[in-house]
């Protein structure tokens, strides 16, 4: 499906990276960032040129060509993984930050997914997270069409045990993000921390 949809000249959810994380990006720890299902790599360019070491995990080889080649447009270099996520390891205190945007995975791979990113993340790090919430199937503007694909504030509470939350809510926001993405949705957004 998602070589499908990246295998074309245009970029499916735009090279601007998400809103959230932008407007977030302060808080965020800079140095080795992890963005996890990332696709054709707006966000990983974006954090690269704000001069962090990032890698890019995703499914689709072909929105990983697309990533790379968008990082030399611009002058940096991002580090690509084609890889299932189940299959990927994220290895223990290895990460300053991690970043999920509207990466929906069914519920047994996410809860472990993670569970492996509190564990990823080192000591101080961060975890980020924008996702489409339940109420998303009403707008239907984007994302999965199973509920049980969707996230909310109540599992992600359960599913990031270990993380202590400065920002964590449902809302509906104008998501402007490409072809795929470009009207209201409902969307939950996370930003945690690990404590030292």
């Excluded at 000249?9 to 963005?35: H, Q, R, V, W």
């Excluded at 996890?36 to 040129?49: H, K, Q």
């Excluded at 400065?166 to 957004?189: D, K, P, T």
């Amino acid at each position: 499906m998602w070589n499908e949809r990246y295998n074309n000249e245009t970029y499916a959810y735009g090279i601007n990276p998400n809103t959230f994380l932008t407007a977030m990006y302060d808080k965020l720890p800079s140095g080795k960032i992890l963005c996890i299902g990332e696709g054709e790599g707006r966000n990983a360019v974006w954090l690269a040129e704000q001069e962090n070491s990032v890698t890019a995990v995703d499914i689709s080889e072909i929105g990983l060509k697309k990533a790379n080649k968008l990082a030399k447009s611009r002058g940096v270099t991002i580090t690509t993984v084609h890889s299932n996520l189940a299959d990927f390891e994220i290895e223990n205190g290895e990460w300053d930050a991690i970043v999920s945007i509207f990466c929906h995975l069914p519920p047994d791979l996410r809860h472990d997914i993670h569970r492996r990113c509190v564990e990823g993340l080192r000591p101080g790090g961060a975890f980020l997270l924008e996702a489409y919430a339940p109420l998303q199937l009403e707008y239907k503007t984007g994302g999965p069409s199973a509920v049980e694909m969707m996230m909310d504030v109540p599992s992600l509470t359960t599913e990031l045990t270990g993380l202590e939350f400065f920002h964590l809510q449902e809302r509906v926001r104008e998501v402007i993000e490409g072809e795929f993405h470009n009207r209201a949705g409902a969307v939950v957004q996370v930003f945690a921390r690990k404590s030292h």
